[in-house]
């Protein structure tokens, strides 16, 4: 399965939201008390979110006016942007369009947002379209590995999927801060990708899909619960973020890596993990897990920016360096958590730096509710050129800015 193109959304100047913005919006709100002010204040000034992130027009408004039809609104500007500049970049026919896959976690309405995408470019009678929802950040290498195995079945086919998460229906009220946590970290973004299982399409693709690797904790209680929409004592409804959410999410990731590491790893890597884990597990020795160097396996790290502390937490574990990490982090500072579609923010910001040379391989890393964690292995076929990505890579016009200095604690101005 070959990836032709890719584009990340990037919203016009009037949905930016500094951390100022985001207090004096929080507060004119009126649902908040003054210490989950104060919590919400300290939270995003310990994010690593910047002054560029974006909200919907809705929750920008004063007052707010959050209803299904701005959230339809923030949806088809989500969606057909990031379509229309990559149907305008590979020039692929709308009609020529065999599946389509769209994930978008906490909003489905009807008819689904895969039907919108089927309405608005006026798709084929026969296209094969679906829509997943509820499945969290991990979401989008679920739409990768689902649309991968439709192309094995469809033959000669192109792929649409698009990946994206609605803030308009989902901003929390109320003042549960396992709830609150979810306002101060996620904004608006989406991603359109396009994939083919046409051999001709090999010489013009930027990718070749090697690897998909699904891990699903949901069997344990822990896990399972460890992201959860639910009501409050008030009966508002919000997003809570259980305190076990690291420790799940390292656990999840322990499980992903010892399937994948076979698969990509070289044989000096795979023996001494091998030994480390014949060691503890049969014969009980207390000794430190070794933990492979996926340096060794890839150039390129996509780890899902859901928060500072998932990106400090997967560093450390895999001891990658401040370079591997940059996309990642830089993504959280431009971007914010934008859910599922953040993999494709961070595959662009190396792109966009001229980093991506033929044979590369890049590992996205993903997380999300149930609990999962997703991985995606691919192989450059040929070299990336920042000069030819204006149009569908959103970082081009202001990539000369970055790496920027991220500081522990971004102080919020307050208003005179």
Same mark, same amino acid.
Request: charged content about 20%.
């Given at each position: ?40 204040? /300290? =939270? ?33 500007? %989500?969606?057909? #942007? ?6 305008? /970049? ?7 369009? &065999? %599946? ?18 089927? +309405? ?15 499945? #969290? ?13 439709? !192309?094995? %079945?469809?033959? +000669? ?22 709830? !609150?946590?979810? +306002? ?10 396009? !994939? ?42 919000? %997003? ?12 999840? !990731? ?11 790893? $070289? ?23 070794? =933990? ?24 450390? +574990? ?17 971007? #914010? ?21 033929? &044979? ?7 997380? #999300? ?5 997703? @991985? ?15 149009? @569908?890579? $959103?970082?081009?016009?202001? =990539? ?17």
């Amino acid at each position: 399965v070959y990836l032709l193109d890719f584009a990340c959304y990037k919203p016009g100047p009037d949905h930016v939201v500094t951390r100022e913005t985001f207090m004096r919006q929080s507060s004119k709100a009126g649902a908040f008390t003054d210490d989950n002010l104060a919590f919400q204040r /300290k =939270i995003l000034e310990r994010s690593g979110l910047g002054q560029g992130t974006y909200f919907p027009a809705a929750v920008l408004n004063s007052p707010p006016n959050p209803c299904m039809a701005e959230a339809r609104r923030e949806a088809e500007a %989500v969606m057909f #942007g990031a379509i229309d500049s990559l149907l305008a /970049k590979t020039g692929v026919r709308a009609r020529d369009i &065999g %599946v389509v896959v769209v994930n978008c976690s906490l909003f489905n309405p009807t008819p689904s947002l895969s039907a919108m995408v089927v +309405n608005h470019y006026k798709l084929r009678r026969n296209v094969a379209s679906y829509n997943l929802g509820g499945m #969290g950040c991990s979401a989008g290498l679920i739409s990768i590995d689902l649309a991968k195995q439709l !192309l094995q %079945v469809h033959r +000669n086919s192109y792929a649409l999927v698009v990946s994206m998460e609605n803030i308009t229906l989902n901003w929390y009220w109320g003042n549960d801060r396992s709830m !609150l946590m979810s +306002n101060c970290l996620f904004r608006m973004g989406g991603a359109a990708i396009l !994939l083919s299982n046409r051999a001709a399409d090999k010489r013009r693709s930027k990718y070749q899909l090697m690897h998909t690797v699904r891990t699903h904790h949901g069997a344990d209680d822990r896990a399972y619960r460890c992201v959860f929409q639910e009501e409050d004592k008030a009966g508002r409804v919000g %997003v809570a973020l259980s305190k076990d959410l690291m420790a799940v999410a390292g656990e999840a !990731l322990k499980t992903n890596i010892t399937t994948l590491g076979p698969l990509v790893l $070289p044989m000096s890597e795979q023996i001494l993990f091998l030994t480390s884990l014949i060691g503890k597990k049969i014969f009980g020795l207390k000794m430190k897990p070794y =933990i492979p160097d996926f340096k060794m396996a890839f150039e390129h790290f996509c780890i899902h920016a859901g928060g500072r502390a998932v990106l400090d937490t997967i560093e450390k +574990n895999l001891e990658l360096s401040d370079w591997h990490m940059e996309p990642s982090r830089m993504t959280l500072n431009r971007w #914010g958590n934008t859910s599922s579609s953040s993999l494709w923010y961070e595959l662009a910001y190396t792109e966009a730096k001229g980093r991506v040379r033929r &044979g590369h391989r890049a590992w996205q890393i993903a997380f #999300g509710s149930g609990f999962k964690c997703n @991985s995606a292995v691919w192989r450059a076929l040929k070299d990336i050129h920042p000069s030819k990505e204006a149009g @569908s890579n $959103p970082w081009i016009e202001e =990539i000369h800015r970055f790496p920027v200095e991220v500081p522990k604690v971004e102080s919020v101005v307050s208003s005179p």
